[in-house]
């Protein structure tokens, strides 16, 4: 049972709202339970306090009596010390059958022996107690156990006084805050608290001397939410890895939110699981070493035994997590070819389908591939804290990777900046580059804060849809080098989806110390050939098939939401983690907001020009959500680039419409392969948008039989 209390979440004795958030569980992995008389109840309201808690327990014993025995969690009681226990023994006397235990606050030399015997006398005048035990969990938190010159000598007594109760002693918790307040410290939402110092020194000496034989519980994380936002959730995610590498099992939860991330943390992964199964049943006779399961360590019988143990516990509770495999893109999967409209530089584009740009694809698939080149990325190089997309088919590609790596790296300070093609009236300080083959050459970053990131990362990663030449990220690495000498100590990666480079531009790359990255490579070759046979057309204005579609519906009805969360701009930089979560609080407010049709069995969203990964994060919540099972989702994006449409079988680009822009309606932007959806959704970062702009838009997306708009605006 001490492997089974999970995240043990903490309420006041106040409210009996629980009861019936149990009944119905509310509360998603809740397994155990505390109901506080100590901190959280003023001395003044105590009575009142435990009697709203015998009501409580009067209603759930009635509740287990009526066959719901299994809807219960594990439900502690927290006192205040020794006499206070006595007196609620004998108060809720009758409901001890749902009462797993008691929390002993403060637990050091000056109580412990009451509270020992207390704990001896309760089990032996339980009746019940040959069944049901009646369990202690002791919190360390107090002066004595906290200061260096009494800890080691005060941890060493507590732990030879327990042990004469071991069987009754269920887990051993750590007091985090009460700790800090001693001190006159507090973590914040971007800390852990094994960032303080002091205080990590007090738990590496409470871990070396108790864990040994005791399941010991991590301290609380103070910081939630109702929903994840990048903050909180990630401070949380951090510190439960941390926790589990210094020894502790579970954690005290504050707030409901918590508990799903508690308790995915403690499912166990498959190849510990399978390493542990194979040590706990070794039959080698002669040696006791042997390579796991996968090959990647080494197995060791007497050294890994304790470890074993733990991992098969752990995975019988909680379960094992969930390992993808991973998929292997084939040039089938990610590569179309269609002809430019118009460009004396390069007559081709490389088309993915996957990407989510030009052609309609599942957000997940999207993600998904990003993600993939982000698990690339992070087998290179670690230390990676900048990723750079480029705009403007790149940039929910380079958010991808930096999603993925701040997970993979663990960390909170990966920071994800995008180059623009946009006017920033508030940015001050760009570096400007180059794009030669494109449609629109002029690139630019903001550097207002680039000189502070370069110095904080080991590795920049540099991502693009496609390297065909490299001289765009030479161009750009060029125009770095000569305003941040600090470059030079840099390991410097440029991931992309396709990579087909020369042995020249090969060599290029190699000179300025450029590592390729890239989910597949091909042989550098001219496509231009390849297209030349496709009698390609320009895109048209909407406004122009008016006349001939004259029987269809041009109306320019649509709705329009202004989102309550207003977007992060990567083209300022951002914290992957932190945007990643944001926009998944993005796409769920909206989908709180507006529930569409359950008639609708196919949905757009539709990104505009930079602004991709919104787009296809609200796609992807609508994919995963219950609400909406069946619905086919799809997504793509508005494109500054002129691709010509042809009617051949095999041409990925078979229609499209001239846009105005939804940034400035003087600027020219295309619409391709749309079709008929129940619902299309447009997603826009834009603040100002012209009545020209969405006239067009909405019109192109009329003629193509779509009559259910959402106009959303971050």
């Known amino acids: 049972m001490q492997y089974s209390l999970g995240g043990l979440l903490y309420l006041p004795s106040v409210n009996k709202n629980i009861i019936q958030k149990i009944k119905d569980r509310a509360f998603s992995h809740l397994t155990s339970l505390a109901f506080c008389l100590e901190d959280a109840i003023q001395d003044d309201f105590l009575d009142e306090a435990e009697k709203n808690l015998g009501d409580i327990l009067a209603e759930l014993v009635e509740f287990e009596k009526g066959g719901d025995k299994d809807s219960l969690p594990l439900i502690f009681i927290r006192i205040r010390n020794p006499k206070h226990m006595k007196h609620i023994l004998k108060l809720y006397a009758s409901y001890q059958d749902i009462i797993t235990g008691y929390i002993l606050p403060k637990f050091d030399l000056s109580n412990m022996d009451e509270y020992l015997a207390i704990t001896k006398e309760i089990n032996a005048t339980n009746p019940k107690s040959v069944v049901k035990k009646i369990y202690i969990m002791p919190i360390l938190e107090s002066r004595m156990v906290a200061e260096v010159g009494t800890r080691v000598k005060a941890l060493l007594r507590i732990k030879e006084a327990l042990d004469t109760i071991q069987e009754y002693v269920l887990n051993v918790r750590v007091g985090g805050n009460d700790f800090c307040n001693l001190y006159g410290l507090r973590r914040s939402v971007n800390q852990s608290i094994y960032d303080i110092g002091v205080i990590r020194d007090i738990f590496v000496d409470i871990i070396n001397i108790f864990s040994s034989d005791y399941v010991v519980s991590a301290p609380v994380w103070e910081y939630f939410g109702m929903e994840r936002d990048g903050k909180w959730d990630v401070g949380l995610e951090r510190e439960l890895v941390l926790d589990q590498l210094n020894g502790f099992i579970g ?75 991973e998929r292997e893109y084939t040039e089938a999967d990610v590569l179309r070819l269609a002809k430019r409209f118009h460009n004396t530089k390069r007559s081709y584009l490389l088309v993915d389908p996957l990407q989510g740009k030009h052609l309609s694809v599942h957000p997940s698939e999207a993600i998904d591939l990003f993600h993939a080149l982000g698990k690339k990325v992070s087998q290179v190089f670690g230390g990676v804290k900048l990723v750079i997309g480029f705009a403007e088919t790149a940039t929910a590609v380079g958010m991808g990777v930096a999603e993925e790596v701040a997970k993979i790296q663990d960390s909170c300070d990966c920071i994800y900046i995008h180059t623009t093609r946009e006017e920033l009236s508030e940015v001050l300080s760009w570096i400007e580059f180059r794009e030669e083959h494109s449609h629109a050459v002029e690139q630019k970053l903001d550097a207002s804060n680039l000189g502070r990131w370069i110095r904080k990362t080991d590795t920049i990663v540099f991502v693009d849809d496609e390297i065909s030449t490299g001289k765009t990220i030479l161009n750009f690495v060029q125009q770095l080098r000569i305003k941040h000498p600090t470059l030079a100590g840099k390991n410097l990666v440029a991931a992309s989806i396709i990579q087909r480079l020369s042995k020249e531009n090969q060599f290029n790359m190699a000179q300025q110390k450029i590592e390729c990255v890239s989910i597949l490579n091909l042989e550098c070759m001219d496509y231009g050939n390849l297209v030349k046979k496709y009698n390609i057309e320009e895109a048209k204005e909407a406004e122009s098939y008016i006349d001939a579609e004259d029987t269809k519906d041009t109306g320019l009805c649509f709705e329009q939401l202004q989102a309550k969360r207003k977007l992060l701009d990567p083209r300022k930089g951002v914290r992957a983690r932190e945007y990643s979560h944001h926009c998944v609080g993005f796409a769920r407010s909206i989908l709180d907001e507006v529930k569409f049709d359950l008639d609708n069995r196919s949905i757009l969203v539709l990104g505009t020009e930079e602004c991709m990964y919104p787009a296809m994060i609200l796609g992807r919540e609508i994919e995963n959500s219950n609400h909406y099972s069946g619905v086919k989702v799809f997504t793509h994006s508005t494109t500054r680039s002129p691709i010509g449409i042809a009617k051949d079988q095999e041409y990925p680009i078979q229609n499209g419409y001239k846009l105005k822009s939804l940034y400035d309606s003087n600027r020219i932007t295309y619409i391709y392969n749309l079709r008929k959806y129940d619902q299309v959704i447009i997603v826009t970062d834009s603040r100002e948008i012209a009545d020209s702009s969405l006239e067009s838009m909405i019109l192109a997306l009329k003629l193509s039989g779509n009559h259910h708009i959402l106009l959303v605006r971050g």
Do not use: C, F
């Open 251 to 325: 954690k005290t939860a504050i707030h409901p939110t918590q508990l799903p991330m508690i308790y995915e943390s403690m499912k166990v992964k498959r190849s510990d699981y399978d390493d542990a199964m194979k040590i706990l049943s070794w039959d080698n006779r002669r040696l006791g070493v042997e390579k796991s399961e996968d090959g990647s360590r080494m197995n060791e019988v007497k050294v890994h035994g304790k470890w074993a143990k733990k991992m098969v516990m752990l995975g019988n509770i909680y379960g094992i997590k969930a390992e993808e495999k």
